[in-house]
């Protein structure tokens, strides 16, 4: 029991300095990166879906796997842009206000869902996202319709926004860590592997589960705060099914339930997604077999193969990459310590 | 101006938009009932009909009504491989897990079929009867909705005697029952499970060609469908199929009504997506209300 407590404490830690070293990496580097485009459109991306995909995974890890998170990266974004450009307000403050209109309505919209059961919630939370697409076209005055209209972001492009877009990121991750390990984690561990056990030693699961809801609709808000700043306009599209897909997609493909898997699966799709604009021209000679895409076969093809990867991981590798990484870690471990081992051995035979 | 006469047209025409649903929720439910497993890319099952219907009745000049049993039958196949190749991978994992494979199914779906045909452009399937329409004094109704009724209800009873006088029926209702009990029995469920995911997508398939000829469509048309089908079954009870007609009809009914009574008649579609909030609405305070729907059973 002891060495199990200790087991995952060194875990524990180590998977903090894992964090640590990962802020720090991220932090230099855009020393080595010159192209303003890379910095401001991809690491900042990259980061701020990090977080998003991260307040995805704090729902799923409580049993919840929400199919419309999009509404939240949404409402966060155009009530902080709101804020900031009508009212007036430092962006800062609309941000973090956008963070917690986002939490108030994920608590409404948790209480029709926290007694529900796997697919309804999926379904409820899909509906919400694409009827929220459907109220918000009826306000275009207030929305700026399609074109949208322009953010004010909390720092100057580019890295200073960046700089500060990983400190807030940083932050958030650390602290949905921190949810993750204590004893609200547990009770959410608790619900999700087997909800009636966990009602039976007293866990109350409604409550635990629609805290969980308003923690990772408030880091969703601040995703979509952050993101409408870093993209200098907020437009409709950020409620399309695919943003609500993406944290999923990232969850699954980096490791499901972990801190790292998402922020791993974030690195890995924006990856890919920059490359999509390259493939659009390199694969243009393509267009005349395919008549409906005509100069987007590589974001279509690229969509397919996404589809077609998230299958594969579920079925090939359902605990994601992450997996792969630690048990590639746990060998090389070993190889060192049975290394050590037998050079100790050949000097004991040494000696007598 | 709302009107006696235009309430009931709005109603006739509600009545043959839910047809079209209730066999799209028939065959979620079918899925659901005998295998527990919700596929969230069964609208995309129906756009993939209605583009075969498109096709067929394009390239070989047949008879749109006719096309609808080609749809059928390639949709069930698309289903058949699905079945074989990706569900029954993750049965008896978490559910989860299904609902992430019918995400990248979806993914699949709609950028395969945006390839071909641009995304934002609609079409319709080309039928015959366009135009035409049935007269009652102040109310009409076109041809193509009346037929699409006929159809509906001939799939359905068909559907019924499958279930009721068929040795596979009685399997999958066994099935349904109870899973494990009828494979001790000697049902060789993987083979049930397969017949019932075919039937599930060939009624996706039904029903993508009857919306393809009375709506207009495009690759992206199938999330919409798929929530409606879900308020649909959540409304007469997950995993009963007397509750998807009746969900479906008064589905249907609600959401013609709505736009009628918000919209100008003077200006189509002027009620906007507000048809689409009120169906969501019905459905998160069914759930709330009566979580297993009218006609459901308690358990599910």
Known sequence: ?352 | MITLDGFAQALLFGIANGCVYILLATGLNLIFGVMKLVNFAHGQLLMVGAFVAYETTKIFGLNPYASILVSMGSVALIGILLEKFAFSRVRGTEKLNEIFISLGLIYVFENVATLFWEKNYNIQINSPLVGLSLSLGEIAVSYDRILAMVIVVVILIGLMLLMSKSKIGLAMRATSQKSDASMLMGININRVYLFTFAVGAALAGAAGALYGIIFNFNPTVGALPTIKGFAIIILGGLGSLPGAVVGGLLYGIAETSTAYVLSDPAVLGSAGSWPDAIAFALLIAVLVVRPTGIFGQKGE
């Open chain 1, 1 to 352: 029991m002891d060495f199990k407590a200790t087991m995952t404490e060194t875990l524990r830690s180590r998977k903090l300095y894992y964090i640590i070293a990962a802020v720090a990496f991220a932090s230099i580097l855009p020393l080595f990166v010159t192209s303003k485009y890379i910095i401001g459109q991809v690491f900042v991306v990259m980061i701020i879906f990090a977080l998003y995909a991260s307040s995805w995974n704090l729902l799923a890890y409580s049993g919840q796997g929400s199919l419309g998170h999009a509404a939240f990266l949404g409402i966060g974004g155009f009530a902080s842009a709101l804020i900031a450009t009508k009212l007036g307000f430092p962006s800062i403050v609309g941000l973090f206000l956008g963070g917690l209109i986002s939490a108030g309505i994920g608590f409404l919209i948790g209480l029709a869902c926290v007694r529900l059961k796997a697919w309804f919630l999926a379904m409820v939370t899909f509906g919400f996202s694409v009827i929220i697409i459907a109220i918000i076209t009826q306000f275009d005055a207030l929305f700026g319709g399609v074109n949208g209209f322009p953010t004010i972001p909390i720092a100057a492009q580019t890295l200073p926004f960046y700089y500060a877009t990983l400190a807030i990121a940083a932050v958030s991750i650390a602290l949905i860590f921190l949810v993750m390990q204590s004893k609200l984690g547990l009770a959410f561990k608790a619900i999700r592997e087997n909800e009636l056990e966990a009602k039976m030693t007293g866990i109350n699961t409604g409550k635990y589960r629609l805290v969980a809801f308003v923690i990772s609709t408030f880091f969703a808000g601040l995703a979509g705060g952050l993101y409408a700043q870093s993209q200098l306009f907020i437009q409709i599209s950020i409620f399309e099914p695919y943003n609500s897909f993406l944290p999923l997609i990232m969850s699954v493909i980096g490791g499901l339930s972990t801190i790292e898997g998402p922020i791993i699966g974030s690195v890995i799709i924006v990856t890919i997604n920059s490359y999509l604009p390259a493939a659009n021209k390199f694969l243009e000679p393509l267009s005349p077999l395919f008549p409906g895409a005509t100069n987007n076969v590589g974001s279509a093809l690229g969509l397919i193969g996404l589809g077609l990867f998230l299958i594969a991981v579920v079925i090939f590798l359902p605990k994601g990459i992450t997996s792969l990484l630690s048990k590639a870690l746990r060998k090389a471990y070993d190889f060192f310590r049975e290394d050590k081992s037998k050079t100790k051995k050949a000097k004991s035979v040494g000696e007598t």
